[in-house]
């Protein structure tokens, strides 16, 4: 094996005269395959369980805050949409003189543009910089400003209380490595 | 459709192009956002811009097939940063999808720091050896 050109770029090929098939997918199975479709599952699967557990542990609250916990399914699926059509142009190669242009511009726009559908990603599951606790701030100022300490309820301070864990458990926990907290 | 092998071959570099023009600016704004967090900086977002950095240095194989010959040694540089950065790339994702699963099991034994350690070591390891191989 060396790199050598290929029908887009250089890439990895055969140094045999006449490679049969097999060897040209053995080589494409090592160098892009089971990498990648290893990855996509393991992401899959991590990201269901992940998912799981997540909801089953505070849905009210993620709801409440606005969290999408199935955006983290675009990662894989960014990986999936970005190299699965050179995938398919590699393997139809094999078979085929000439695969159609739609799928080598196809191939080359997604493969080459892999940082740019990171960025849109990364950028997507970025929280956008919310009015949402400036309100409550208000509120809670506006509220302190017309009723004493005392007027609030033992309900409500439970209430409050326990969104405050739900919060903190969220954030020592999950959330910490969820994209959303990220950025 | 069918176009002349001359007018393919324009196609795809002005793909390549515009692909290479997107990405490099998608990732280096990655990779300033990244390192723009204040820190101490999550495993998580160390994971981002490892994928970040990984992406950005995936843009120079795609300017190297612009202007190379295809042939001798820049063929296998290109070859080379190609294998190694998406690789790098789909090893990163994957490790940032264990790293969510892990945590959300609130496992008290999973150490985030440790687990990017190795994530990077066996990412780094398996991508060079596929790349060299």
């Known amino acids: ?183 | 459709m069918s176009v002349s092998a001359e007018s393919e071959e324009k196609i795809l570099y002005w793909c390549n192009v515009v692909a290479t023009l997107l990405s490099f600016l998608g990732s280096l704004w990655m990779t300033i956002l990244c390192l723009k967090t204040p820190s101490p900086k999550s495993v998580a977002l160390k994971l981002i811009l490892a994928i970040a950095l990984s992406d950005l240095v995936y843009t120079i194989p795609n300017v190297i097939s612009m202007y190379g010959d295809g042939n001798g040694l820049m063929c296998n540089i290109e070859g080379f940063l190609r294998e190694l950065t998406a690789m790098l790339t789909i090893f990163f994702s994957t490790a940032t999808a264990i790293l969510c699963y892990k945590d959300s099991a609130f496992n008290a034994k999973f150490v985030q720091e440790v687990f990017y350690k190795k994530a990077v070591k066996i990412s780094l390891f398996l991508a060079l050896l596929l790349a060299v191989m």
């Open chain 1, 1 to 183: 094996m060396s790199y050598q050109r290929q029908a887009l770029f250089c890439w990895v090929g055969s140094t045999l005269s006449s490679p049969t098939v097999v060897h040209k997918i053995a080589i494409l199975a090592v160098f892009e395959g089971i990498p990648l479709i290893a990855g996509l599952l393991i992401s899959l699967v991590g990201y269901v369980i992940a998912i799981r557990n997540i909801t089953g542990f505070a849905q009210m609250y993620l709801a409440g805050v606005g969290i999408q916990i199935y955006k983290l399914l675009w990662y894989p699926l960014v990986l999936a949409i970005i190299f699965l059509p050179s995938l398919v142009n590699n393997v139809l190669g094999f078979f085929v003189k000439d695969t159609p242009i739609q799928l080598k511009v196809l191939h080359l726009i997604l493969t080459h543009s892999i940082g740019f559908a990171n960025a849109l990603v990364y950028g997507l599951q970025r929280p956008k910089p919310s009015a949402k606790p400036k309100q409550e701030c208000e509120i809670s100022m506006a509220e302190a400003r017309s009723r004493s300490h005392s007027d609030i309820s033992d309900e409500e301070h439970t209430g409050r209380r326990n969104n405050s864990i739900t919060e903190d458990l969220i954030r020592a926990g999950t959330l910490t490595s969820a994209p959303n907290d990220l950025l």
